[in-house]
């Protein structure tokens, strides 16, 4: 598993280079985001749920089922909407009130 940080969303607040356990993700000389060895992401996705402009995918491989997916969080206040895109077909939305996510 890894992440892709799509430079053209990514607006260099570092949330992501903050939130990475790895220490994985930089920022380069224009103080955008990249990760320096996407084989060596954890898949934890701490960069993902950090990241406030959707800059962050992380990359659903076929070994979980993905099939070249990719997913992304955008957040609503305190709703996080998980939008999984998949080639050729249309995005599917998952939306969790993160007020209650770790409610049992």
Same mark, same amino acid.
């Given at each position: 598993?890894?992440?892709?940080?799509?430079?053209?969303? @990514?607006? /260099? $607040?570092?949330? +992501?280079?903050? =939130? %990475?356990?790895?220490?994985?993700?930089?920022?380069?000389?224009?103080?955008?985001?990249?990760?320096?060895?996407?084989?060596? @992401?954890? /898949? $934890?996705?701490? +960069?993902?749920? =950090? %990241?406030?402009?959707?800059?962050?995918?992380?990359?659903?491989?076929?070994?979980?089922?993905?099939?070249?997916?990719?997913?992304?969080?955008?957040?609503?206040?305190?709703?996080?909407?998980?939008?999984?895109?998949?080639?050729?077909?249309?995005?599917?939305?998952?939306?969790?009130?993160?007020?209650?996510?770790?409610?049992y």
């Amino acid at each position: 598993m890894s992440i892709h940080i799509e430079r053209e969303r @990514c607006v /260099g $607040c570092g949330a +992501c280079v903050e =939130a %990475c356990p790895g220490n994985l993700i930089k920022r380069d000389v224009d103080g955008k985001a990249k990760i320096k060895r996407p084989r060596e @992401c954890w /898949g $934890c996705a701490s +960069c993902l749920k =950090a %990241c406030h402009f959707g800059a962050v995918e992380y990359y659903l491989g076929a070994d979980i089922g993905g099939r070249g997916a990719t997913m992304t969080v955008e957040k609503e206040g305190e709703l996080a909407h998980w939008v999984i895109r998949r080639p050729g077909k249309e995005s599917v939305v998952l939306t969790v009130d993160r007020r209650n996510a770790n409610k049992y």
